[in-house]
């Protein structure tokens, strides 16, 4: 019994030097085969110092053999922000990714109100993560690898965010997601600004037509004129069929919009 608290003891104290080792090279997370690659220990002792040094804060567990170094003043939330870590979990699960929805607006400077949970679009379904009080909400987004993307610097190294563009038609394809149009066209009318309407045009190609039809509508009801006429053109141009404004509520009563080709169920308003 005292041979096992010792080797307990000596397994804390190693994986505490390794974990100093990694912050002094500005690592903010390791996974359980590094640690075991590291040092001649069994998994057994290991995995037992990585459960005394979560249970006293100092690192926590987003994913499965996935660590993050919680430093003192992210202890009272218990875990890292997840933009300080995203980047490398997702390098550590070999996944392509991008920050998108109301956590990319919010990297523009159109966070209307700062999300609770932090949005990521992946090519497969995942599910939500919880690390402490953060909340990681994966997206799935058949062709994440077309979507146009943008490397922002982070605190801990950089993470992959949608561009404007990319940012402002996926609020609108992920509606409900976004916590519905209403809040969408509050955050377009921050994010307007950022957006260049040819930069629409050309990841239009790879995303439904109704989301362009619902985008223009939007940025029409903003006054976003001259980016509204644009997008107008490209949609004459498809001649789309007419499709609700809101998916999931009846059109029964709704006005016909010619110029979106749309039937507008719900009445349309931001939050400014």
């Given at each position: 019994?005292?041979?096992?608290?010792?080797?307990?003891?000596?397994?804390?104290?190693?994986?505490?030097?390794?974990?100093?080792?990694?912050?002094?090279?500005?690592?903010?997370?390791?996974?359980?085969?590094?640690?075991?690659?590291?040092?001649?220990?069994?998994?057994?002792?290991?995995?037992?110092?990585?459960?005394?040094?979560?249970?006293?804060?100092?690192?926590?567990?987003?994913?499965?053999?996935?660590?993050?170094?919680?430093?003192?003043?992210?202890?009272?939330?218990?875990?890292?922000?997840?933009?300080?870590?995203?980047?490398?979990?997702?390098?550590?699960?070999?996944e392509l990714y991008y920050v998108g929805l109301l956590s990319a607006a919010e990297y523009h400077g159109a966070a209307h109100h700062r999300p609770q949970v932090f949005q990521v679009m992946v090519s497969k379904a995942r599910r939500k993560i919880r690390c402490g009080r953060v909340l990681v909400e994966f997206i799935y987004r058949k062709n994440v690898v077309d979507v146009p993307t943008k490397e922002r610097n982070a605190p801990a190294g950089t993470i992959v965010v949608s561009t404007p563009?990319?940012?402002?038609?996926?609020?609108?394809?992920?509606?409900?997601?976004?916590?519905?149009?209403?809040?969408?066209?509050?955050?377009?009318?921050?994010?307007?600004?950022?957006?260049?309407?040819?930069?629409?045009?050309?990841?239009?190609?790879?995303?439904?037509?109704?989301?362009?039809?619902?985008?223009?509508?939007?940025?029409?009801?903003?006054?976003?004129?001259?980016?509204?006429?644009?997008?107008?053109?490209?949609?004459?141009?498809?001649?789309?069929?007419?499709?609700?404004?809101?998916?999931?509520?009846?059109?029964?009563?709704?006005?016909?919009?010619?110029?979106?080709?749309?039937?507008?169920?719900?009445?349309?308003?931001?939050?400014?």
């Amino acid at each position: 019994m005292l041979f096992n608290a010792n080797d307990n003891y000596k397994g804390i104290y190693m994986l505490a030097s390794i974990i100093d080792e990694f912050s002094a090279k500005g690592r903010s997370s390791f996974t359980l085969k590094e640690v075991e690659a590291l040092r001649n220990s069994s998994p057994v002792a290991i995995k037992a110092a990585i459960g005394r040094l979560q249970k006293k804060g100092r690192i926590a567990t987003p994913y499965r053999g996935f660590y993050v170094i919680v430093p003192p003043e992210y202890r009272v939330i218990g875990c890292l922000p997840a933009e300080q870590f995203i980047d490398d979990l997702m390098k550590h699960l070999g996944e392509l990714y991008y920050v998108g929805l109301l956590s990319a607006a919010e990297y523009h400077g159109a966070a209307h109100h700062r999300p609770q949970v932090f949005q990521v679009m992946v090519s497969k379904a995942r599910r939500k993560i919880r690390c402490g009080r953060v909340l990681v909400e994966f997206i799935y987004r058949k062709n994440v690898v077309d979507v146009p993307t943008k490397e922002r610097n982070a605190p801990a190294g950089t993470i992959v965010v949608s561009t404007p563009e990319a940012t402002a038609l996926d609020l609108v394809g992920y509606e409900r997601r976004s916590g519905g149009l209403d809040n969408v066209v509050t955050v377009l009318s921050e994010l307007a600004e950022k957006i260049d309407a040819r930069g629409l045009l050309e990841i239009a190609s790879f995303s439904p037509i109704a989301w362009m039809q619902r985008l223009g509508y939007l940025l029409d009801t903003l006054g976003e004129e001259k980016m509204a006429s644009i997008l107008a053109e490209y949609i004459d141009e498809k001649e789309p069929t007419r499709i609700p404004l809101v998916p999931a509520l009846t059109t029964k009563g709704s006005k016909s919009n010619r110029r979106w080709k749309l039937l507008v169920n719900k009445t349309i308003e931001a939050d400014i």
